[in-house]
Nanobody, 121 residues
Framework: QVQLVESGGGLVQAGGSLRLSCVAS????????ISWYRQAPGKQRELVAL???????TYTDSVKGRFTNSRDNAKNTVYLHMNSLRDDDTAVYYC???????????????WGQGTQVTVSS
């Protein structure tokens, strides 16, 4: 079983910054990737950013140049640095991971509980 715990959300003014954290714990062999999703009221959950095991990252177009993924492998933690926040960034942000379970590498997926980000203009 794997647990993901997000933190760092809150209320921020437009143009401001926040840093979200996602900590993975539990029993697993390795993390294949960790991604961030967000869901705004009345909208579908969308992929925001993803960081692979090799450190490569991808971002949805709307956050490119404003959001940055980083990680601390020793702490099994991924950070989402969010700058120049806009009203349309308001959403619940979820951490999602794909891990390899045991030496067989069987993949499993897990979600965090989410953290609210509210951007006020």
């Amino acid at each position: 079983q794997v647990q993901l715990v997000e933190s760092g959300g809150g209320l921020v003014q437009a143009g401001g910054s926040l840093r979200l954290s996602c900590v993975a714990s539990g029993t697993f062999f390795s993390i294949n990737y960790i991604s961030w999703y967000r869901q705004a009221p009345g909208k579908q959950r969308e992929l925001v950013a993803l960081i692979h095991r090799d450190g490569s990252t991808t971002y949805t177009d709307s956050v490119k140049g404003r959001f940055t993924n980083s990680r601390d492998n020793a702490k099994n933690t991924v950070y989402l640095h969010m700058n120049s926040l806009r009203d349309d960034d308001t959403a619940v942000y979820y951490c999602y991971t794909n891990v390899a379970m045991g030496l067989s590498g069987t993949p499993r997926n897990y979600w965090g509980q989410g953290t609210q980000v509210t951007v006020s203009s």
